[in-house]
């Protein structure tokens, strides 16, 4: 028998983070975690990165720690590229010392979103605000420093957890406003692939159990507009409440986002037999879950 893998998870506390916990840490014949949260590891200072990863042999990397403010990036660039460029830069080079797989995970917001079919692996990135170029410089410089590295892109992300950088997630704003009785507004033309972190950590799960690397999208199949998207939270949680469909022109923020964003994986199938489901089907596990 095999000894298990020994696995770092940097952002151990985040949206994503928590369900790669809760999904790894039970299946010790296959995995040795050690989660690790900012307080354990802070990715902007290379010493502590060292400090921390080189010290034990670890296998995986999984760098899941991101600053993922969208807005709040446009004025907080250096922040933005601290953390997602810089500290994905220096656990890369720790991942190197240690001949680890890198694990990054990184977003649809590297793509420009100008054009009406999903992003495959292969298409050319182009993003069109500093958190998405922030992201993938992360990309790069993984790319570059490590010997092997695997990039996960996932959007529109929602979990138990919520994501600790927003206070929740989409999903929980949309139903905590409704059940208030507050007038909902969402875009109905900006499109992306929404995302289930627990679906996400048992993908992860397949891919390293394949030895998966290179750059593979990881969201949930099918895409949808925000409208849509809040409009199917609403139905599944049995609130009957409505939802104004309004033009992004509506909406200004700080970012410019995508218009379409939508991922789809060329790559998944050649890899393992793992499947994400849709994003409705995703949807619906977390409703009952929540």
Same mark, same amino acid.
């Given at each position: 028998?095999?000894?298990?893998? #020994?696995?770092?998870?940097?952002?151990?506390?985040?949206?994503?983070g928590?369900?790669?916990v809760?999904?790894?840490?039970?299946?010790c014949?296959?995995?040795? /975690?050690?989660?690790?949260?900012?307080?354990?590891?802070?990715?902007?200072?290379?010493?502590? @990165?060292?400090?921390?990863?080189?010290?034990?042999?670890f296998?995986?990397?999984?760098?899941?720690?991101?600053?993922v403010? @969208?807005?709040?990036?446009?004025?907080?660039?250096d922040?933005?590229?601290?953390?997602?460029?810089?500290?994905a830069l220096?656990?890369a080079?720790?991942?190197?010392?240690?001949?680890?797989?890198?694990?990054?995970?990184?977003?649809?917001?590297v793509?420009r979103?100008?054009?009406?079919?999903?992003?495959?692996?292969?298409?050319?990135?182009n993003?069109?605000?500093?958190?998405g170029? &922030?992201?993938?410089?992360?990309?790069y410089?993984?790319?570059?420093?490590?010997t092997?590295?695997?990039?996960?892109?996932?959007?529109? @992300?929602?979990?138990?957890?919520?994501?600790?950088?927003k206070g929740?997630?989409?999903v929980?704003?949309?139903?905590? #406003?409704? #059940?208030?009785?507050?007038?909902?507004k969402? @875009?109905?033309?900006i499109?992306?692939?929404?995302?289930?972190?627990?679906?996400?950590?048992?993908? /992860?799960?397949?891919?390293l159990q394949?030895?998966?690397?290179g750059?593979?999208?990881?969201?949930?199949?099918g895409?949808?507009?925000?409208?849509?998207?809040? &409009?199917?939270?609403?139905?599944?949680?049995?609130?009957?409440?409505?939802?104004?469909?309004?033009?992004?022109?509506d909406?200004?923020? #700080?970012?410019?986002?995508?218009?379409n964003?939508?991922?789809i994986?060329?790559?998944?199938?050649?890899i393992?037999?793992?499947?994400?489901r849709?994003?409705?089907?995703?949807?619906?596990?977390?409703?009952?879950?929540?």
């Amino acid at each position: 028998m095999s000894q298990p893998l #020994k696995v770092a998870l940097i952002g151990a506390n985040g949206q994503l983070g928590s369900d790669i916990v809760s999904h790894f840490l039970p299946q010790c014949d296959r995995y040795q /975690l050690t989660a690790l949260t900012r307080a354990d590891i802070d990715i902007r200072q290379a010493d502590i @990165v060292d400090q921390v990863l080189t010290t034990q042999k670890f296998d995986v990397v999984i760098n899941s720690a991101a600053y993922v403010r @969208v807005d709040d990036c446009e004025q907080e660039v250096d922040t933005a590229f601290n953390v997602n460029a810089i500290g994905a830069l220096n656990v890369a080079r720790a991942c190197r010392d240690i001949n680890a797989l890198c694990v990054y995970i990184s977003t649809d917001y590297v793509f420009r979103g100008d054009r009406p079919s999903p992003y495959t692996e292969s298409d050319m990135p182009n993003p069109i605000n500093i958190y998405g170029t &922030s992201k993938l410089t992360g990309e790069y410089l993984v790319q570059q420093t490590t010997t092997r590295s695997l990039i996960l892109r996932i959007s529109s @992300v929602f979990g138990k957890a919520g994501a600790s950088g927003k206070g929740g997630n989409f999903v929980e704003t949309m139903i905590k #406003k409704a #059940k208030a009785g507050d007038p909902l507004k969402v @875009v109905n033309d900006i499109f992306m692939s929404p995302t289930y972190t627990y679906d996400v950590a048992r993908l /992860l799960d397949a891919l390293l159990q394949a030895g998966a690397t290179g750059i593979i999208h990881g969201a949930n199949s099918g895409s949808c507009s925000w409208h849509e998207f809040a &409009s199917a939270a609403l139905s599944l949680a049995n609130i009957q409440h409505p939802i104004a469909a309004i033009p992004a022109s509506d909406f200004p923020t #700080k970012a410019t986002r995508p218009m379409n964003s939508a991922l789809i994986s060329n790559q998944l199938p050649k890899i393992t037999d793992f499947q994400m489901r849709s994003w409705q089907e995703a949807l619906a596990a977390y409703i009952q879950a929540r």
